[in-house]
């Protein structure tokens, strides 16, 4: 009997296994394309961040101001993708066989990681935006004041 009930779920299986693997592949994709913005805003500031510096903010002042504007995009970013995403899963709700619609574990764990990968992001480029400046430059900038 076991053999029989496992061969006859074996399709289920199958496909449930491939929807989740292609669920990790979607959130990957996510990952790298939320860094990848991020990284980007943040490094379009380099020469704001080094003139910052320059004029002597302190290197965690800078951090926390790219920081805070960059946590801002990804959280109004997440409140709207919450949102659709809860508005999608309402209209598939009938398709979905003993998972609520509204699922606690993918709504708070997704978001906390693509705010953490987002975080990340916006933290690493403006610790090291100063050193990407060569030296004679920014002692030029600082002479200037």
Do not use: K
Request: glycine residues 12%; aromatic residues 6%.
């Amino acid at each position: 009997m076991p053999a029989l009930l496992d061969h006859d779920l074996a399709p289920r299986r199958f496909t449930a296994r491939l929807t989740a693997g292609f669920a990790l592949l979607a959130l990957l994709l996510a990952l790298i394309g939320v860094y990848g913005v991020m990284s980007y805003v943040v490094a379009q500031r380099a020469r704001e961040i080094g003139i910052r510096m320059a004029q002597g903010a302190a290197r965690g002042e800078v951090v926390r101001l790219v920081l805070g504007r960059g946590l801002r995009i990804v959280a109004a970013g997440t409140g709207l993708g919450l949102v659709a995403a809860y508005a999608g899963a309402r209209a598939i709700e009938r398709q979905l066989f003993g998972v609520p619609a509204a699922d606690l574990t993918t709504f708070v764990l997704v978001p906390l990681v693509l705010v953490a990968v987002a975080a990340v992001a916006c933290w690493v480029p403006p610790r090291g935006a100063p050193s990407l400046w060569p030296a004679g430059q920014l002692a030029e900038v600082r002479r200037r004041g």
